[in-house]
């Protein structure tokens, strides 16, 4: 789109800064580049940067300063971070189940899209049991949960059951048991209807992490679809290098390599991921 | 920023349904929602949403087929996805600097920001050597990597050598060994300048990748920020359940599981990733 109008221009550079404040490239305290700095990155004129940055001081996260400049005002939040090892997926289940919250948004019984039903190896008749579940630290969104399960094991639980505890659980209640998983990571921009769960702008990007779950037999159990707000949780992993020097590999470790967090960051606490 | 202008809405529309199409929730041949129901998804007009389909059929990513509605054009790319597996950062570097084009955009020595100079342990006064790379393959861009290294370390290689192979591989050359790192993984909205390199529009989300490298002696020897295209670059692991009922979690497995790629996604080569 090559002719975009003063807002539409205005909003986009508004979304990267304030993308910016969020992951901490622009930390707090941090004075802005001038407008004439920031126009020419954008290439827009400095009516449209002051546009963006009052849009962005409107929501408190830029204060300007006379004769000073502009500068990040994010304070550390009261609000935790999630912090999840990748390695640890199912160690902080009971954890997480403990110290987020969940809120089931809906439940039912559905003709799974394509990918999906090719990821659970479903029968073309087959349907899988879909529920979707935003979870809470402290009160605040992090994450938006799509799951599925093949009905025959999603008609083990109920809404109710599903509304209490973590799903995996809940599976595994029935005598079943997980054995291994495939996860893939990506990224991906919030529509409407994820921004409105996860109290995010419209367009602004989240942590896209897809994991299907084998049974004992390779069975798939569970296709879950997770979007994350990067800001309020974190991906980690710890890597230790293995082999030596003709085969060397790096393999991860289970146990966090724990380190002060930059100050900037607000108070973190460890749990698990979905 | 509430009273959006047409044609920004029209672009925001046009982001989040190209990012749909990207990332393979709306798969080649797939019918679009018709117009009423993606007017009242976004809460717009269905001017906007046909200003918005207009700007798709222009990129050739739907085709409007009369009578029968609107459908997904994404044949599978000739372009090869990157699978890298976090469980293997080393191995397949070498495998990586073979297969994969790297164009070195900047090379200086520099006083780093906070963030960076905390993560890689530098005295107040001491620099970095700071690069700006793009790898590409089949002639693609697909990462975009900022690194930083000491500069104690970094004098031990040039311009020239970081342009012909990969970084750790010349750090190791000059006798020093990683023997750790720590990585997360989050995601980020893709500005002007990595926007250009990547081939991509700004304000599309991207993979961010932050990494730390430690020597034998713990002591940090390069900082790397890696952002990836989702659409050409996949991050996966493999986990696999260990210790028992009691003290069950996941490991992850250095081994990729394989198993037949979805129809509709483009030819795959697995090779490292940074």
Chains 1, 2 share one sequence.
Do not use: C
């Amino acid at each position: 789109m090559r002719a975009a109008s003063e807002p539409l221009k205005a909003r986009r550079i508004y979304l990267l800064l304030k993308d910016k404040i969020a992951s901490g490239e622009l930390a707090d305290g941090e004075r802005l580049p001038g407008e004439f700095a920031l126009a020419e990155e954008h290439s827009v004129s400095r009516v449209t940067i002051r546009q963006a940055l009052d849009l962005l001081a409107g929501e408190d996260l830029i204060q300007k300063k006379s004769g000073l400049g502009t500068f990040v005002h994010r304070p550390p939040s009261k609000v935790r971070t999630v912090l999840a090892d990748v390695a640890n997926v199912f160690a902080h289940l009971i954890e997480m189940g403990r110290t987020t919250d969940v809120r089931l948004l809906s439940f039912d019984y559905v003709t799974p899209p394509d990918q999906i039903r090719e990821a659970l190896q479903l029968a073309p008749d087959e349907r899988s049991q879909r529920s979707v579940r935003v979870r809470l630290v402290d009160g605040v969104p992090f994450s938006y949960l799509i799951a599925h399960v093949p009905e025959r094991i999603g008609r083990l639980y109920s809404r109710d059951d599903l509304a209490r505890m973590p799903l995996l659980e809940l599976i595994e209640r029935s005598g079943l048991t997980s054995a291994s998983a495939r996860q893939e990571i990506s990224a991906v921009l919030s529509s409407p209807d994820v921004a409105a769960a996860l109290d995010v702008d419209v367009g602004m990007p989240l942590v896209a992490l897809r994991r299907t779950v084998y049974g004992k037999d390779g069975q798939p159990m569970e296709h879950l679809q997770a979007l994350y707000r990067p800001d309020r949780y974190t991906l980690q992993m710890n890597l230790e290098r293995t082999g030596d020097e003709g085969h060397r590999h790096w393999s991860p470790t289970a146990e966090v390599y724990r380190r002060e967090r930059p100050r900037r960051r607000p108070p973190v606490r460890k749990v698990g991921k979905s």
